[in-house]
């Protein structure tokens, strides 16, 4: 609850079923990373990743509302071309 939280929003709410929440694991390379001789990957520089789920809270588990979707680079190259 760090990066988009409300301050409306307390962080010890207990999640309760029918609410949502987003997992939002990222890869961020900041412009100045030592890039070595052997990567030539300058162009990636400043670049962000991230790959959200919705997870819905339910009284029988989480419940991943997006599960299905395109999440590897092999399934989304396939899905752009």
């Given at each position: 609850?760090?990066?988009?939280?409300?301050?409306?929003?307390?962080?010890?709410?207990?999640?309760?079923?029918?609410?949502?929440?987003?997992?939002?694991?990222?890869?961020?390379?900041?412009?100045?990373?030592?890039?070595?001789?052997?990567?030539?990957?300058?162009?990636?520089?400043?670049?962000?990743?991230?790959?959200?789920?919705?997870?819905?809270?339910?009284?029988?588990?989480?419940?991943?509302?997006?599960?299905g979707?395109?999440?590897?680079?092999e399934?989304?190259?396939?899905?752009?071309?």
């Open positions: 609850m760090d990066v988009h939280d409300t301050p409306l929003l307390s962080h010890n709410v207990v999640l309760q079923p029918g609410m949502v929440i987003t997992v939002e694991p990222g890869v961020y390379v900041r412009r100045d990373f030592p890039i070595q001789n052997h990567i030539k990957a300058k162009e990636f520089l400043g670049a962000v990743v991230r790959i959200e789920d919705d997870v819905l809270i339910t009284s029988d588990g989480p419940q991943v509302l997006n599960k979707t395109p999440q590897t680079v399934e989304i190259s396939e899905l752009i071309n």
